[in-house]
């Protein structure tokens, strides 16, 4: 079992950055892929960013390319998200989660069986 505790959320104007943190437990994540997902009122789960389990490779959704940056420190057995440019259309609980890197298919929520509670985010104009 891997537990996941996000934290670095809060309230930011428009323009400005944040730095997410999930920190891991249970086990090394150098075995996991690693993902951030966030959701809006009113809207279903999405996929912000993904890390294969070595950091050589990453994914992103269209809509935070070039302003979002995943990474990861296997030796703190932390993973973070890097964000800037931030926009109030951003403003979601984010969540961190967790799985085996067997499949490449990362973007989905479904495949991702470790889930952290999840942090608030706040973009104001």
């Known amino acids: 079992q891997v537990q996941l505790v996000e934290s670095g959320g809060g309230l930011v104007q428009a323009g400005g950055s944040l730095r997410l943190s999930c920190a891991a437990s249970g086990r090394a994540i150098s075995m996991y892929a690693m993902g951030w997902f966030r959701q809006a009122p009113g809207k279903e789960r999405e996929f912000v960013a993904a890390v294969n389990w070595s950091g050589a490779s990453t994914y992103y959704a269209n809509s935070v390319k070039g302003r979002f940056t995943i990474s990861r420190d296997n030796a703190k057995n932390t993973v973070y998200l890097q964000m800037n440019g931030l926009k109030p259309e951003d403003t979601a609980v984010y969540y961190c989660?967790?799985?085996?890197?067997?499949?490449?298919?990362?973007?989905?929520?479904?495949?991702?069986?470790?889930w952290g509670q999840g942090t608030q985010v706040t973009v104001s104009s």
């Open positions: 989660a967790a799985k085996s890197d067997y499949s490449s298919n990362y973007y989905s929520d479904s495949t991702y069986p470790y």
